[in-house]
């Protein structure tokens, strides 16, 4: 059974950094492509970014560009999310997701929340 | 970017009776297009994917439909628990965008 948990959800200041982790079990972690998505509280679903099984490469959201970084310790079976130069805008429930046949979400874990304000 | 857009934003059916919801795309995503189900306070679940195909132990009451620009998300017989939030998201290229969701409530 895939499982997926977020962690490190806080309490930031705008301006500030954070990062997110996804320990992934159930499935080859390394072979699977991972996405993060976030949903600021009462609105929909946004997509963050997403990355390659081997780490090498990765897309970002224009909104996060330059801002957020998502890397993957395969040795480890984990996702990170690195989110720095935080603004309330920032402010949701991220969560990890699998990579199915395409670039859809096919397992998605429970999310952790990040709110940023002053 | 590909912009989507889902209509109704509310729906409400009542037990056992047929709910259609609509995704349409800005430009041509041709069948890369996702529905998933999101209930309060619970990540999202995928339904369909590849416009059409089920997701692993979905109830077959769900099925998807349409390619290109339109698209059909159809609940037939609804049930109670079928109430919650539904998004479609396209993955034909980047960035991955999804709708603003339709709510499904039971009347």
């Known amino acids: 059974e895939v499982q997926l948990l977020e962690s490190g959800g806080d309490f930031v200041q705008p301006g500030g950094s954070l990062t997110l982790s996804c320990a992934a079990s159930?499935?080859?972690?390394?072979?699977?492509?991972m996405s993060w998505v976030r949903q600021a509280p009462g609105k929909g679903l946004d997509w963050v970014g997403s990355i390659l099984g081997d780490g090498v490469s990765a897309a970002y959201a224009d909104s996060v560009k330059g801002r957020f970084t998502i890397s993957r310790d395969n040795s480890k079976f984990t996702l990170y999310l690195q989110l720095n130069s935080l603004t309330v805008e920032d402010t949701a429930v991220y969560y990890c997701?699998?990579?199915?046949?395409?670039?859809?979400?096919?397992?998605w874990g429970q999310g952790t929340l990040v709110t940023v304000s002053s | 970017e590909v912009m989507m857009t889902q209509s109704p934003a509310t729906l409400s059916v009542s037990p056992g009776e047929r709910a259609t919801l609509s995704c349409r795309a800005s430009?041509?995503?041709?069948?890369?297009l996702a529905w998933y189900q999101q209930k309060p306070g619970q990540a999202p679940r995928l339904l369909i994917y590849g416009a059409s195909t089920r997701a692993t132990a979905i109830p077959a009451r769900f099925s998807g439909s349409g390619s290109g620009t339109e698209f059909t998300l159809t609940i037939t017989s609804l049930q109670s628990e079928d109430s919650a939030v539904y998004y479609c998201q396209h993955y034909y290229n980047w960035p991955l965008t999804f709708g603003g969701g339709t709510k499904v409530e039971i009347k």
């Open positions: 997701a699998t990579r199915g046949s395409g670039w859809y979400g096919d397992d």
């Open positions: 159930g499935f080859t972690f390394s072979s699977r492509a």
């Open positions: 430009q041509s995503v041709s069948s890369s």
